[in-house]
Nanobody
Framework: QVQLVESGGGLVQPGGSLTLTCTGS????????MAWYRQAPGKQRELVAN???????NYLDSVRGRFTISKDNSKRTVSLQMNMLKPEDTGVYYC??????????WGQGTQVTVSS
């Protein structure tokens, strides 16, 4: 069974940095489009960043220039480097793997809290 496991969340002060990592198992990692979503309390889940075939990336406007998504197929990981964090970046961050209409997997989520 495919598994996605996130790590790297935690509490950080405004202006700080965190790196989230998602490790996939039992999957042909290289064929999947990978993404990071987040959900703040009382809000809908939103796409933060994704990496599509050909290493095309997309970012939520509010994180562009501060966050960077990267993928390492040999390690089966996708990472989200988050710099200059703001309180509004607080939420549960989820890793997502998608292969066309045939496969859509989610991790369990990792909490990121930006607070002084």
């Amino acid at each position: 069974q495919v598994q996605l496991v996130e790590s790297g969340g935690g509490l950080v002060q405004p202006g700080g940095s965190l790196t989230l990592t998602c490790t996939g198992s039992k999957m042909a990692f290289e064929i999947y489009d990978m993404a990071w979503y987040r959900q703040a309390p009382g809000k809908q889940r939103e796409l933060v960043a994704n990496m599509l075939s050909g290493n095309r990336t997309n970012y939520l406007d509010s994180v562009r220039g501060r966050f960077t998504i990267s993928k390492d197929n040999s390690k089966r990981t996708v990472s989200l480097q988050m710099n200059m964090l703001k309180p509004e970046d607080t939420g549960v961050y989820y890793c997502n793997a998608q292969f066309g209409p045939w496969a859509d997997y989610w991790g369990q989520g990792t909490q990121v809290t930006v607070s002084s």
